[in-house]
Structures are given as C-alpha cells and as structure tokens.
C-alpha cells in the first residue's frame, strides 16, 4: 500500500466513523457535505491541470481484473448516448481515446485510462442499456456494482446527466444508490451548446429542485458540452484538486 492509498483510506475511515454516529436522516446530507466539501474546495487560483499524457490501459470484465495499482480514480457513467465518450475525449484532449457508442464491445467493460501517470479516468457502461438481454443488463450491473462497491481508490463517481431532458427515474435511482452505498458523487450536466444558456440555467435549477426532494445538501455540478469544450477546466480543477488532497492528507 503506497503513501496515497494509506491517505485516502484515512480519510474514508474517518468520515465512515463520523458518519455511524449520526440520525438516520442526517446522514444523507452529511455524506454530501463532508466528503463532498473535503474533496471539494475549488482553487481557481491554482494552475490548472494540463493534461500531458493520457493512455489507454486495460478493460476489466470484473473489479477483480482492474490494474493493480493504487492510484486516485474517477469513474464517469450515464445513460448510453448521454455524451460520455465525448466528455472523455474532451477532458483529454485526445478525440479518439474512449470508444463512441457507435463501436460495440469496449462500451461493455470497465475501461481504465492512465492520466499524467498520476490518476484513473474509468470509463464505465452506460446504463439504461434499451436492446439488450435479462442476462447481459444482469451482468453489467453486477460489474459496475462490484467496481463502485469494492474499488478502494475510486475517489469521485462523475454521474453524467444530458442537460436536455427532465429528471429521468434511472438517473435518480442510480444517483440515490450511490449515496446510500457512501459514494462521493459528483454530476454533469453534457452537451449545454444544444440549448440557449437561458433553459441550461433553468434545466440546472429544475435538475436542483428535483434532488432537494432528497437530499438536504446537493453535490457538486457541472455543465459542459464536448462541442464547445464548455465546463473542461471546470471538472479537471475539481479532479486536480482531490488529488491534491490527497496527496498532502
Ligand atoms: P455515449 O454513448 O454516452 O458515450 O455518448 P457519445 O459520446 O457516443 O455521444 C452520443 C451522441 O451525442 C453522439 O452523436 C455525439 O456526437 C453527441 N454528443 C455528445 N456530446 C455532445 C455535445 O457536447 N454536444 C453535442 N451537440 N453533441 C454531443
């Protein structure tokens, strides 16, 4: 177990602690407030991530195969065609990196690239998965279940949500599961050039709305769009600064 990963588990350790010892409805909000505002104080004076190296490194069909490696992760998900190849690709300067949803196979495991030889980009399935068998939604919800579940180094889950549409139910279960299961979230909104910046704000505000139904303390957000490179700084600062937390414990 190197320096890193000693950290972290510090830190998950102390907020589990803290977390067990309070009231069943305030523990929600505590799991957004805490992990999200430790791992969260945005320093946009600080230079901002360049990102120098980014290589593929393995698909995993199971947690157990991912790289044995301790490194930071961050792991993006959505709905299939919600704009996560496209994100990726943005966020690292690199248009072929993840595979569109156009290239069948790669989109059905979990896919690590290697940033700056410093953190995990994960690549997950999409959910929502419309054409395919009992069996294989099965398979694939064990496998990204298994990876957010049991994956140490996985940091920060980046729930993809298209800025386009209504609070959909299977967003809302995920994102719900997610923080019953303690995991630090964060959501963003994807492709923001296909509306004005007016219904973008009022989709954001309506997306806010919904989530306060359930939740006292909201995680944080971003809005991007891959045609536009809108919201790249934005998440790669969020990143940047976790690491960084991390790094210094
Ligand atoms: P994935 O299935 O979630 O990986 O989605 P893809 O990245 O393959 O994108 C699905 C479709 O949405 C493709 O036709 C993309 O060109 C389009 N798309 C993705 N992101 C954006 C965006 O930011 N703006 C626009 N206008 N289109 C996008």
Excluded at 73 to 89: M, P, Q, T
Excluded at 100 to 113: D, E, R
Excluded at 209 to 237: A, I, N
Aim: glycine share 4%; charged share 25%.
């Amino acid at each position: 177990m190197n320096f890193r990963s000693e950290n972290l588990k510090i830190i998950w350790v102390f907020a589990h602690l803290l977390y067990k010892f309070l009231p069943l409805d305030k523990r929600k909000s505590f799991l957004l407030s805490s992990l999200n505002r430790n791992f969260c104080t945005f320093a946009h004076k600080n230079k901002k991530m360049e990102i120098k190296k980014a290589e593929f490194t393995l698909s995993a069909p199971m947690v157990s195969m991912c790289p044995k490696d301790t490194k930071p992760e961050y792991a993006f998900i959505g709905r299939s065609n919600v704009g996560k190849s496209s994100l990726i690709n943005m966020l690292t300067n690199n248009r072929k990196l993840a595979k569109t949803s156009a290239t069948p196979g790669k989109t059905l495991l979990i896919n690590h690239f290697i940033i700056n030889n410093e953190w995990y980009l994960v690549d997950l399935p999409g959910y929502g998965y419309a054409k395919r068998s009992k069996k294989e939604i099965n398979r694939l919800e064990q496998m990204i279940q298994g990876y957010i579940l049991q994956r140490e180094q996985l940091v920060n889950v980046f729930v993809l949500i298209d800025v386009r549409l209504e609070a959909q139910k299977i967003d809302l279960e995920f994102i719900q599961w997610l923080g019953e299961s303690s995991i630090p979230f964060a959501i963003v909104f994807t492709k923001a050039d296909k509306l004005t910046a007016n219904k973008v704000n009022a989709s954001v505000e309506a997306y806010k709305k919904v989530l306060s139904e359930t939740w006292e303390e909201l995680p944080p957000m971003f809005v991007t769009s891959s045609e536009k490179k809108q919201g790249r700084d934005e998440v790669l600062d969020y990143i940047e600064q976790i690491n960084k937390e991390i790094a210094n414990g």
